[in-house]
């Protein structure tokens, strides 16, 4: 019983922390904009392919040289 004692405050000040965070996400911008950044992906303009390069020239190796 001794234990409740300290519980319900920590409980309540964990709580109060909580709220405190949520009111701090609120206010700064955190949920302004949820679904943006999902339709963005979808309608970014693609990059056109890249040019494939020519394979570099590669020295002969001695198995080669036959």
Do not use: N, T
Not at 1 to 25: K, R, T
Request: without cysteine; aromatic residues 6%.
């Amino acid at each position: 019983m001794d234990v409740i004692y300290g519980l319900i405050p920590g409980m309540i000040l964990l709580g109060l922390v909580a709220v405190g965070v949520l009111f701090w996400a609120a206010r700064s911008g955190q949920f302004d904009d949820l679904e943006g950044e999902a339709h963005r992906i979808l309608m970014d303009d693609d990059l056109p392919p890249a040019k494939k390069k020519a394979p570099k020239q590669r020295m002969p190796d001695a198995e080669d040289q036959e």
